[in-house]
């Protein structure tokens, strides 16, 4: 028999802001979960699909949302934070998530709900730090209703690299040619080698005989996104 990913956990702390806790790692999950509950927060619905949760957020009364941004294969956090301010116009959005930049996903021209508050995993450690942000994210929602979405991009910005910069450095840190980066853009090869001259100089990598700058960028990449702590793999 299916096992639901979604969990609906009984209140305890009835004047605490009330949240929803999206991720689709079940040790992080219980992680953020755990900690946010020493702190009094009331987590009244976690899951680990996007789809389930926000089914069931509708039916509920919830205050903040706490989201993994990138949640596998579906729906991302992005997706599920759209639905919910639809669905739920007070609600506070948290993304909670080990890139650096959200344009780093491949949402570059999506947009985020007003007033969303960005963090990284690495700042789970400091439990009173999300807490501030789930309180903020509520108090930027209850002007939301006025305010226009904006551009997920404007939440954290790497190095100040364009939308279409951060595009390469995907498709080069996933083995593309500059000659595929190129035919994919419809642009010619010798443009790509230009921009990538450009991306090189702002993420500091500079030429060194020793070292492969392209996989050098392929590894700036990995750590913009959380795949690993070091230059070590």
């Known amino acids: 028999m299916?096992?639901?990913?979604?969990?609906?956990?009984?209140?305890?702390?009835?004047?605490?802001?009330?949240?929803?806790?999206?991720?689709?790692?079940?040790?992080?999950?219980?992680?953020?979960?755990?900690?946010?509950?020493?702190?009094?927060?009331?987590?009244?619905?976690?899951?680990s699909s996007a789809t389930y949760a926000l089914k069931a957020a509708t039916k509920m009364r919830i205050d903040a949302a706490v989201?993994?941004?990138?949640?596998?294969?579906?729906?991302?956090?992005?997706?599920?934070?759209?639905?919910?301010?639809?669905?739920i116009p007070h609600i506070g959005i948290v993304f909670l998530t080990s890139?650096?930049?959200?344009?780093?996903?491949?949402a570059s021209a999506q947009l985020a709900p007003f007033g969303s508050v960005y963090l990284e995993k690495n700042t789970m450690a400091d439990i009173p730090r999300i807490v501030r942000s789930i309180e903020k994210s509520i108090s930027n929602a209850a002007t939301s209703r006025s305010q226009n979405n904006i551009e997920l991009k404007d939440l954290r910005k790497s190095n100040d690299l364009t939308n279409v910069q951060i595009e390469i450095v995907r498709m080069v840190a996933h083995g593309?040619?500059?000659?595929?980066i190129a035919n994919s853009r419809g642009v010619t090869e010798k443009s790509i080698e230009q921009t990538l001259s450009r991306i090189l100089k702002k993420v500091e990598i500079g030429q060194d005989d020793t070292k492969n700058r392209r996989v050098e960028l392929a590894l700036y990449y990995l750590r913009q996104t959380g795949s690993i702590i070091d230059e070590a793999i």
């Open 99 to 106: 890139y650096k930049d959200p344009r780093l996903l491949g």
């Open 67 to 87: 989201l993994d941004l990138n949640l596998g294969r579906g729906p991302t956090g992005l997706d599920l934070a759209l639905g919910l301010r639809r669905n």
């Open 2 to 47: 299916r096992v639901s990913p979604l969990k609906v956990v009984n209140t305890v702390f009835m004047s605490s802001p009330r949240v929803l806790v999206v991720e689709d790692d079940d040790f992080t999950r219980n992680l953020i979960i755990n900690a946010l509950r020493t702190q009094e927060c009331d987590v009244v619905l976690e899951s």
């Open 176 to 180: 593309n040619s500059n000659l595929e």
